[in-house]
């Protein structure tokens, strides 16, 4: 009787095969699969509950998800949950942690005594300030700058462990003795948050944007374990998210006019957003105008303030 | 080798065994659970990487999760996550939608006609206006009342079908349509939420208090769903949590001098906090007061404005 | 002393001057600003303490704003919060509630009586169900239809009126007379949410597949008051955000295949995501080419497999 | 006319005066009030459109917020909002961060220089680990012990700052050269929540059991700003939250045995529930038993395993 019918839950083999596997991050980090709920399957389930009759339109599941990913219809992609268990550094983790939607459970210093481990860099590890942009880093530290730097972390790194054991030799409270240990030193956490939240967590984490070490955890999570648990979500997600393109009012405007071979046009709309100041006869800098010279050469455009392409 | 130890999905057989089936709830609404994921096992592996070393003082699960539940060490009850399927009246919906931290997909109408049913009331089933409390209802009308009542919602409930059948029919849009269907027609969705939140909703809604409505379905979903799914966090909920009871800082002050057959001072605190105004010669109704001699009664305490027990 | 300095309030003069105002919505719904907390000076603020010395490159406050919203800084947008009384259709507040990122007060007709209210349609306002979308409607039934239409509708919000005025007169408890009220009687509610989050729920109901009752509230809070209260943000989202245009992975492919004028490989990657099958010799429906060609239709781009653009 | 009514808005006048002021917390910490909506009255005024007509029953304000405290109505609560401008070692920082339902702009030592100031312990603030409960500390190290761990804090700290500001100097990138600073190192923050959620962070900070750097934090933002920003709400919380009682249903049934004078009732309802094992002629400790132990003293009972009380 289909009122009664009974069901089993939904599996994913191509995760189970990998469930509690350590991917290493880093140089003593891991990310490893606790459990899950749901598949590309349940996603499609209920798109199919909410749009009823409508999505019988839609004859294949991966059309479906593929459409529901390009229209942002995010609730099916909430109906599947996962739960890791990651190793990070703590200075990773302050970053990590503020992706609010999602259910945490983390190693306390408070109870127990501290991890013993902090993340080390290799001497040519030592990435360079970046001034062009408001972050990051750009390219790396001689070797031989990177020796001293990495002498001079271990000596830090030792220290502060033997102050730190020292204190809980002396008798004082782990949570106050913890006060002064490293940032890099290692937490762990059981993470558990929804697809469609952790999609929001990668598609800002796996970007260029994202400092070195927390993109390194995000690309396993993508690239590892979303992949098998989710394919079809996860290649719309690449299609949709990852890779698309978001132009602007006032870029629209100008490619527009460049499609139409108009560059006059585009050259002045450019100069009535204040894109094109001159300062000793040179074009100031502008980091507007800079995104959309990097957006229209994806489309094979040539900004008309850039006389050379 | 442990690091790459590999893991099984957490399973419980008790639910397994129900996984789809349909709980009638109402005239014609139901719940079923289609997927969770965790179970007390999780709870407890969740509070030990939190707590580390320092849950190693108690021994056993069941323990652990007793005291995780007392104290409202609420996270680790977050580890776990089902997701059900429900049918319900519209009216009933509205209030069960107010509980934010879910996720939910429901049936729309919109994009599809509407649910064919509507929750009807038998005769005997029409519950009084209380005037005591500020909400809620108390008793049942007449049988002969109840006739009447019920005739009458048929017949609204059969025009106001025929008005949305005729639109649909005249070519109104769905979304538009449906603007007069009764708050009494079913929906459905699929509703998944951790369990941490599950038991406050079962908390809210399986209260006296609750519209007796909902408080059906929040039963089910207690005593037949969580039940089998994690007995202990259920157990530890019910000694802890439903059946607990929580005294203010004035009704304290008055428990503990009628404790020690202080009843003139037990009877000063009341007076100071204005409970027992007098108005011809009566004490005037107050609400606080009304509420403390519940409790203090479920302490086999007798209070002293009270002559005769 | 910097130290110890006093503050006054961030006010807005612009909106304190309409605070309280009923805004007209539908044939008898409104919304009016209560309260708010910030201004576009408050995202400023908030992204200087974030950004520290980074955002000192960033000279003026309206091209910080404007950054922030292009890179999805969303965070100081959080910053500012608003409270509003508004009054609404339980049909179009039950879309409305899905934002679940807002504090909410709704009247309670379990504790009072129902307002007496149902949204009415004009003769000349009934929408025809659009068969091309999934969803929505287009156009309108004759005004002949419309006549009968309306007259149905006023019966049977009278019917359910009288219905309900019947139960409460017999002493049914309010909780349960209202079960069958049409979802077309209005609500009122406080609603509160930060601007970060009003923006998201804007962008969702300002579009143009929004239902148009919900769209008409939505574009009251925006035109009305957002653009009052921050205009800065406001005008940034409009550029950056609603009239933004996203491109997909293949799109981007499409476009830039179009741009060099290479048409024959715009059209084999159409070709390659099978979006060109065809029957009966025609092309088969196919809603990402749809989309895509309104999409490339912005661009100026014509598509190769559009002969006569 | 009351439709076009202008509102004012709601200011509270006590906590305008202290708008700004920073309240110093630990040693280099403080707190101030950048901004805040609402009050007591915005509380009643929200009760009252959700309650309507029933809240008429409440004649005075104070009575109703009273009510509403007590009966865990929480959502009206939701409608003050309060924004804190704060400075925190980040070791504190870690465990406020854990409280989700908030918005946060934190200082970013990736766009900026980290402050440079560090926490700093007291030769008589180190205190002792405890071994009763399971985590905390009790009572202080002596002097002796508190000048040679001030001393090795100092070194400690000092010589993180070196090599931060060495990586500094050499060109490394700020997002990398933070990866040592000690978790004493102070942050800012602007930290902006609702008053129902800043009353749990309240609740669960202001405890015993928080650790005294957070509990000196949460001290103030209670005693010193929600006092006087909602007086009615702060006292209905002292008297319905911070200083209630809770009692499990196994304390309740002990409870009542012992007001009738059944002593050996009580004791053989601990002995069903497993508190009274006996190890070498002595009771096992029981973290239950100890709990209900604290909670019968409050209410001036004698638990009947106690000979002497």
């Given at each position: ?36 709920m ?28 593929r ?5 942002h ?52 590890g ?25 002498e ?62 927390i ?36 870029e ?58």
């Amino acid at each position: 009787m289909t009122d009664q019918q009974h069901l089993s839950r939904v599996t994913v083999p191509e995760l189970d095969r990998v469930l509690g596997h350590r991917w290493p991050v880093l140089d003593d980090g891991f990310i490893r699969v606790i459990d899950y709920m749901g598949s590309d399957e349940s996603v499609v389930q209920a798109a199919r509950i909410s749009y009823g009759t409508g999505t019988k339109a839609v004859h294949e599941d991966v059309g479906l998800i593929r459409y529901l990913m390009r229209h942002h219809h995010t609730t099916p992609f909430e109906m599947c949950e996962i739960k890791l268990h990651v190793r990070v550094p703590m200075d990773t983790w302050r970053q990590w942690i503020r992706h609010r939607t999602a259910n945490v459970n983390e190693y306390s210093t408070r109870y127990s005594v501290a991890i013993d481990a902090a993340s080390k860099t290799e001497t040519n590890g030592w990435r360079r300030q970046s001034f062009k942009g408001k972050q990051g880093s750009e390219g790396f530290l001689s070797e031989e700058m990177g020796q001293q730097l990495t002498e001079r972390e271990a000596a830090l790194q030792l220290f502060a462990r033997e102050v730190y054991d020292e204190r809980l030799a002396m008798g004082v409270a782990r949570e106050q003795a913890r006060k002064d240990l490293p940032l890099s030193t290692y937490t762990e956490a059981y993470w558990k948050i929804d697809l469609h939240n952790l999609l929001l967590f990668l598609r800002l984490r796996m970007d260029d944007h994202a400092q070195q070490e927390i993109r390194a955890y995000a690309s396993v999570i993508g690239n590892e374990i979303v992949s098998r648990w989710c394919p079809a979500a996860w290649q719309a997600f690449n299609d949709y998210g990852l890779n698309s393109l978001s132009l602007t009012a006032i870029e629209i405007e100008i490619a527009r006019s460049l499609v139409s071979g108009e560059r006059g046009v585009a050259l002045s709309i450019a100069m009535r957003h204040g894109w094109l100041l001159v300062r000793d006869g040179r074009l100031r800098p502008n980091r507007e105008r800079a995104e959309a010279e990097i957006k229209l050469a994806r489309l094979g455009l040539n900004p008309p303030w850039q006389e050379h392409p």
